[in-house]
């Protein structure tokens, strides 16, 4: 697990959450607590899929890269694309 508190230890931040919980239902704002983190979790997952897809995207590129392959060219010069920005089209795609 990793501990985004950078002045808690991984055991004091499991132990806070465990009385959170238990308490949360009894707090004033309880509930609003808990749609928060509900909300922040699906952003979260949501995230997390988005990386995923891109990543299997960005490696079925990479199996299929070569840079000889790559002819890209400028509409008014005629002149190939330098690698960082041949590179960065692939990233996109």
Not at 51 to 57: F, G, I, M, Q, S
Request: hydrophobic share 40%; net charge negative; aromatic share 10%.
């Amino acid at each position: 697990m990793k501990c985004f508190v950078e002045t808690k230890t991984v055991d004091e931040v499991k132990e806070y959450s465990k009385v959170f919980w238990a308490k949360v239902e009894s707090m004033e704002n309880g509930e609003k607590y808990i749609e928060r983190i509900e909300k922040g979790e699906k952003d979260l997952q949501k995230l997390n899929e988005i990386h995923d897809t891109l990543e299997l995207k960005f490696n079925s590129m990479l199996d299929d890269f070569s840079i000889e392959a790559i002819s890209i060219k400028f509409k008014k010069n005629n002149q190939a694309l330098p690698l960082k920005s041949q590179y960065s089209i692939l990233v996109f795609l």
